[in-house]
């Protein structure tokens, strides 16, 4: 079945630090990828997707590439900010009849001033 | 704002009750899925209504159900519950065919 794997957090970094998330997956055929994130006390909200090898997605300086060779979307942030505190959760999409989405455990990230 | 409510916001509830929870979801998603998030996991798909009927459903016994209304609305009924139960339960609206989901703020059920 599909799977997927992301680093262990928490994760924590001063502001203006670069940040990478690692994210692997597992998936027959050719899933769509995601990146949400979750910020204390709230619901998932889409920070940006990928639906097919080699696409970039990209969002408020947020990107990551569909690798389909390494099965990886990692995520990186070239300066993050306190405000970037937060959940972040890897997750695919296989399609189907009903794109049920697959979530990694998510990372925590903490951005100190 | 992804014009995803969800209600209560939290709920507590002892061990052999039964819960309701409820989600309404802008006009245009009329498929609706469901996920159970556990304190410090990610979410679990329960199951996804479209068109009034279950299309779809994860790892999780039958004493999860739901339902879907005429307007699109949602809820999720568990029966007997137990302390495992305990967790953030999220409600996402799309449209059928389309990969993107859209969260609501997500409904607290304690178990004691």
């Known amino acids: 079945g599909n799977s997927v794997t992301q680093m262990e957090g928490p994760v924590t970094l001063s502001e203006e630090a670069f940040l990478t998330i690692n994210c692997t997956y597992t998936a027959t055929g050719y899933p769509s990828l995601f990146w949400y994130v979750q910020y204390p006390g709230e619901g998932l909200q889409l920070l940006l997707k990928a639906t097919k090898a080699d696409d970039k997605g990209s969002n408020k300086g947020f990107e990551a590439t569909y690798r389909k060779e390494t099965t990886s979307f990692h995520l990186e942030k070239g300066s993050v900010q306190v405000s970037d505190s937060a959940v972040y959760f890897c997750?695919?999409?296989?399609?189907?009849?009903?794109?049920?989405?697959?979530f990694g455990k998510g990372t925590l990230l903490t951005v100190n001033p | 704002e992804t014009g995803v409510t969800q209600s209560p916001t939290h709920l507590i509830k002892t061990r052999g009750q039964q819960v309701t929870l409820r989600c309404s979801s802008q006009?245009?998603?009329?498929?609706v899925s469901w996920y159970q998030q556990a304190l410090g996991q990610g979410p679990q798909f329960i199951f996804q209504?479209?068109?009034?009927?279950?299309?779809g459903r994860g790892n999780f016994p039958p004493r999860f159900s739901g339902l879907q209304f005429p307007n699109y609305s949602s809820e999720l009924n568990v029966n007997a519950l137990e302390l495992d139960d305990s967790a953030l339960y999220l409600c996402a609206g799309s449209l059928a065919g389309g990969d993107e989901q859209f969260f609501g703020p997500g409904t607290r059920l304690t178990v004691l």
């Open positions: 209504y479209y068109r009034e009927e279950e299309n």
């Open positions: 006009s245009g998603h009329n498929t």
């Open positions: 997750a695919l999409s296989g399609g189907g009849s009903n794109y049920k989405l697959t």
